[in-house]
């Protein structure tokens, strides 16, 4: 079986982190934790420092001496991001021992134990990551998801429509992005395909059935007028059925009225831009 480069560079943190005397813990987490990665995966570590260490490290000279990087930045949350070679991501978290604590809030590991685990001088660590569910379940057998996954799609979707037709393509698209994510945890309630729910998108192609797979990809679109109107209709329609899906198994019902509406204005908008292309 072919070794991945990802699986030298993680050998190589295991070495970096195991001859530094001010590191006290450190973990892997995401897809090679799981078990789940291929040659597109990151590698992903959270490193738990001495005060005193962490105070005198450089990110990126730390992640140097893993193995060359061409780029390093400071990504949104925190983290630390090098660019190894062949375009292979490490993301690190440089922390300090009082952030092991704060590992209790993590909704799941993600992982078994004993994968994640890299050093643990002190023992903090492990207990920490054994208290926590090793897969995240969602709250997702009650009628309040409704109200928390399929109305901020209509929400979205209906702001959308409005952005399009006023002509502002950009910022319907950026609507629309917000749309089909509510769109993919809609489809795992309906479907009840959970695995992957922090990430809904992560694995669906494999974990949805075929013809939800086939609505979310038409859900998509460029920022153009009339592939914006297209992928409006489909989302609504996949949108409408999975919906029904969900709101019946509690008794609930979809909003018809709402999407009938919606329907006849993208309906209008459709025939309009085809006598346009006519003319």
Not at 1 to 12: D, T
Request: hydrophobic share 45%; proline share 5%; charged share 25%.
């Amino acid at each position: 079986m072919r070794v991945l480069f990802q699986e030298e560079l993680i050998g190589r943190v295991r070495d970096v982190c195991l001859a530094d005397d001010g590191l006290d813990a450190a973990l892997m987490y995401g897809s090679f934790a799981a078990g789940e990665a291929d040659e597109h995966s990151d590698i992903e570590f959270w490193l738990f420092f001495t005060t005193r260490r962490r105070a005198g490290i450089d990110p990126r000279s730390w992640c140097a001496d893993i193995a060359p990087i061409s780029y390093g930045l400071l990504n949104e949350f925190g983290s630390y991001v090098a660019f190894f070679p062949g375009l292979v991501r490490g993301e690190f978290h440089f922390a300090t021992v009082d952030d092991i604590a704060g590992v209790t809030e993590w909704p799941a590991r993600g992982a078994a134990v004993e994968r994640m685990l890299v050093v643990d001088r002190s023992g903090a660590l492990a207990p920490v990551l054994r208290g926590l569910p090793e897969r995240y379940v969602p709250p997702a057998d009650g009628p309040e998801v409704i109200a928390k996954y399929c109305d901020p799609f209509a929400n979205w979707l209906v702001l959308a429509h409005h952005l399009a037709a006023r002509g502002e393509d950009l910022r319907a698209w950026d609507a629309l992005g917000h749309a089909q994510r509510h769109l993919l945890w809609m489809a795992r309630l309906a479907e009840e395909s959970t695995a992957h729910w922090l990430t809904p998108s992560r694995g669906a192609e494999l974990e949805l059935s075929a013809d939800t797979v086939a609505g979310l990809r038409a859900a998509t679109s460029a920022a153009s007028p009339q592939e914006l109107t297209g992928a409006l209709r489909a989302a609504l329609e996949l949108g409408r059925r999975l919906w029904s899906a969900i709101a019946t198994r509690y008794g609930r019902s979809a909003p018809t009225s709402l999407f009938a509406e919606l329907d006849a204005a993208l309906e209008h908008r459709t025939l309009h831009q085809g006598r346009a292309g006519m003319g």
